[in-house]
């Protein structure tokens, strides 16, 4: 694939997640009680939105992949775009209804077409420096944070995001920290993957 090609898939699919986040959050604001804040509180809707400013980045300036600091930043979007597919593949698809989903274009361009993609660019072109060798524990900074956040402000606006982060869904919080546990895990998993596969090959020169 020419890097003209690559540039240009890149922005096509940074567009498509940006054009289908705005019809989400449009529809969802016209058919329910979905609020700007109850919107960028799903994980899936951060993610997407991390994914397709990432990719734009990366199609007008490919070389920044020479940069230990993006290339780590990359891999973190590529977990949670991971995660954000299988999560909501093996979880969350038979309650699409409750996470605001209306239009099945929206559903597979946030779920399906952005998760793999994403992953297929990373095994494709994986950054071209060596990431640290932490990369995968600072990964889960942001899970995590978005974790406690979910959870203070559940009671209090009384809504949580999905069904597994909610106690009274799943159990009490001992049902929340199990399920909890089982992501933090994936995304853990997901991370030494990546990170393996983008440092499997030879160091090539860092540029700060």
Do not use: K
């Amino acid at each position: 694939m020419s890097d003209t090609t690559h540039r240009a898939l890149r922005l096509a699919l940074a567009s498509l997640l940006a054009a289908a986040m705005v019809a989400q959050l449009a529809i969802g604001m016209s058919r329910n009680d979905l609020t700007v804040v109850r919107f960028f509180s799903s994980f899936n809707v951060l993610s997407n939105t991390f994914a397709a400013v990432m990719l734009a980045l990366l199609a007008f300036r490919p070389d920044r992949d020479n940069a230990q600091g993006f290339a780590a930043l990359r891999g973190a979007v590529t977990v949670y775009m991971s995660v954000t597919g299988l999560v909501y593949a093996l979880i969350l698809a038979p309650e699409a209804a409750n996470v605001g989903l209306t239009e099945p274009w929206v559903d597979w361009s946030l779920h399906v077409i952005g998760p793999i993609a994403i992953a297929l660019d990373w095994l494709v072109d994986a950054p071209r420096v060596r990431l640290p060798s932490n990369s995968p524990a600072i990964w889960l900074a942001f899970p995590a944070a978005y974790l406690v956040y979910t959870l203070i402000r559940g009671p209090i606006a009384e809504w949580y995001p999905y069904p597994i982060l909610d106690p009274g869904e799943v159990d009490g919080y001992r049902g929340v920290a199990l399920w909890s546990f089982v992501v933090l895990a994936v995304i853990v998993g997901f991370g030494l993957v990546y990170h393996w596969w983008a440092n499997r090959r030879s160091p090539r020169p860092q540029v700060a």
